[in-house]
């Protein structure tokens, strides 16, 4: 609360109950109340709900005014909310270990409540220019007003809108937002990957096992493989386009006999950081060269040789299919958010109270989720 603290002890006293109204904005996102005049007017209306979040029964609803000028506050002081959300983010993984866990990334299409108008629109550095850059350096590079954007769907046809664009990293089982980047429209998807990977990065865990990054196909770069490798994990992303076939590789790269017929990923090495590839024993049984000597039993290549052709587990493998088939929880997030959590309907005209909003969604989605699952854990208990 020094946020809202006076900065000379002249003049009238502080009556406003900022921590209130903060819980107040909390709830007027887990109940789906629309403005800040529709959330003063059920305040006022409803005692138990102005009792729950903190207002005294004496104590004035703060109007509009006040409700826009705490939000002005949050958004020139943006770093504050961002530290709540990772200190809650924190306390979650202290009882339930959710750094552990794979992580999904995906962008999703935010529409702004500001009239439509025609920006100039800055080039932005590629990823190779970004693994040059630190974080802060990408951080402020990276435009946050509202601005036109375009994305295919799933049918291949161009959708548009105003607004922006929210990059969400989740993890895969629990599915809580461990990072929620917003940036204008414009920008495209993996251009915002690698300042969401090094936000992220921070809040896991090494363990025995590899973390994974999943992406969706949109993230097909030689950048982004080498960025997730050099954090020390591994990333999960389908290719772009199949690879012409020279008579050496199948389409996911992995070696053929000289009847073209693929090996089969056997394991990963992992003191020489190769990829172990075997005969394709059903092919092989009848073969007329099994005995000529011309093929090889086994085949190592090293994942440092291309590492956006060879992932561990290799492609097509249902091992690989299954990670990569995690990465719909960041899928679901983002719906679950615009449909219950306003995220597409924030019905703020200035973008950072906009974004001050937007952070404010992150953390309600994870309280609520911990809360949620603190009551199961307790209820299984009980039985």
Not at 39 to 46: A, E, P, Q, W
Not at 286 to 293: A, F, I, K, M, S
Request: net charge positive.
């Amino acid at each position: 609360m020094n946020l809202f603290q006076k900065e000379t002890r002249v003049g009238p006293s502080i009556t406003v109950n900022y921590e209130a109204l903060l819980r107040s904005l909390i709830v007027r996102i887990m109940e789906k109340i629309p403005t800040q005049k529709a959330l003063i007017s059920r305040l006022k209306s409803d005692l138990r709900l102005k009792l729950n979040v903190g207002f005294l029964y004496s104590e004035t609803i703060p109007s509009e005014a006040t409700y826009s000028r705490a939000m002005a506050v949050l958004a020139a002081n943006l770093s504050v909310i961002e530290q709540m959300n990772q200190s809650l983010i924190q306390l979650i993984n202290d009882e339930l270990d959710i750094f552990e866990e794979n992580v999904a990334i995906d962008v999703t299409a935010i529409e702004a409540r500001t009239k439509p108008v025609k920006t100039k629109n800055p080039k932005l550095p590629s990823t190779k220019e970004q693994r040059t850059m630190t974080r802060e350096e990408l951080r402020t590079l990276i435009p946050t007003y509202p601005a036109w954007g375009v994305k295919k769907n799933s049918k291949g046809k161009n959708n548009f809108w105003f607004g922006y664009k929210g990059t969400l990293a989740v993890s895969t089982q629990s599915q809580y937002i461990l990072c929620m980047a917003i940036a204008s429209a414009f920008a495209s998807d993996v251009s915002l990957a690698i300042p969401t990977i090094r936000q992220t990065v921070p809040l896991l865990s090494t363990k025995k096992e590899p973390t994974y990054f999943s992406f969706d196909k949109g993230y097909d770069a030689q950048e982004l493989y080498q960025e997730v490798h050099d954090l020390g994990f591994e990333p999960i992303i389908p290719l772009k386009f199949v690879p012409k076939n020279d008579g050496e590789v199948d389409a996911y790269y992995a070696p053929i006999c000289l009847l073209e017929h693929s090996y089969q990923y056997d394991s990963y090495d992992s003191r020489y950081g190769a990829l172990k590839y075997v005969q394709p024993k059903i092919h092989c049984q009848n073969c007329p060269l099994q005995r000529e000597g011309l093929c090889q039993k086994v085949i190592k290549i090293k994942q440092m040789n291309d590492q956006r052709k060879y992932n561990h587990p290799a492609r097509g493998t249902k091992a690989w299919e299954t990670k990569y088939k995690k990465r719909s929880s960041v899928e679901r997030v983002n719906t679950y958010l615009k449909e219950n959590y306003q995220l597409n309907d924030t019905r703020f005209y200035k973008s950072a109270q906009a974004i001050v909003f937007y952070h404010l969604i992150q953390l309600t989605y994870n309280v609520k989720t911990f809360v949620n699952q603190r009551l199961s854990k307790r209820n299984a208990e009980k039985k």
